[in-house]
T-cell receptor
């Protein structure tokens, strides 16, 4: 299912660097989300967007920012990466009935 | 605030045995509940939602508003059911909150 595409798949970076994770979708959905997955903590919502002009903070938005460049694109940025942001990041879209997930970006901050 | 609790991090059963993955929720309004599954090296995908009241891959889940639970059940587990299972709740703002997940292992 390549309807929700995340790039890169893997990224290793150093503390203090700026990182951007990109997400694009071909489903035509208005709603897009960024989650991070950590062992033992499940998925936690970072940011979500219900349309191009609507951006909302999730439960763990500190240290992150997002940009909704178009209906199909939703990018997540770490302005100054820190080691506890090492995690698996998922983008998702929604048709108001269920979420469709990307395959994830494994980010390691050294 | 909306909250989802999955009390078991790990659950191990033998093939053919019944399995129940527990999920409890906290939400003041009328929630919509889901189960998502993540098989090894695959992306998360929807398993079932309570509104559909359907059985997927032999799994069922009934919303019990009195006990605020949405437990996932299967009468006879299969090895291919081994995966991480997440219970999730959507409130009136359509924001999905996930539990911490239960890793199910079905042994041969």
């Amino acid at each position: 299912d390549a309807d929700v595409t995340q790039t890169p798949r893997n990224r290793i970076t150093k503390t203090g660097k700026r990182i951007m994770l990109e997400c694009s979708q071909t489903k035509g959905h208005d709603r897009m989300y960024w989650y991070r997955q950590d062992p033992g903590l499940g998925l936690r919502l970072i940011y979500y967007s219900f349309d191009v002009k609507d951006i909302n903070k999730g439960e763990i938005s500190d240290g992150y920012s997002v940009s909704r460049q178009a209906q199909a694109k939703f990018s997540l940025s770490l302005e100054s990466a820190i080691p506890n942001q090492t995690a698996l990041y998922f983008c998702a879209t929604s048709d108001r009935e269920k979420l469709f997930f990307g395959s994830g970006t494994q980010l390691s901050v050294l | 605030a909306q909250r989802v609790t999955q009390p078991e991090k790990l659950l191990s059963v033998f093939k053919g045995a019944p399995v129940e993955l527990k999920c409890n929720y906290s939400y003041s309004g009328s929630p919509e509940l889901f189960w998502y599954v993540q098989y090894s090296r695959q992306r998360l995908q929807l398993l079932l939602r309570h509104i559909s009241r359907e059985s997927i891959k032999g799994f069922t889940a009934d919303l019990n508003k009195g006990e605020t639970s949405f437990h996932l059940k299967k009468p006879f587990a299969q090895e291919e059911d081994s995966a991480m299972y997440y219970c999730a709740l959507s409130g009136s703002n359509y924001k999905l909150t996930f539990g911490k997940g239960t890793l199910l292992t079905v042994n041969p």
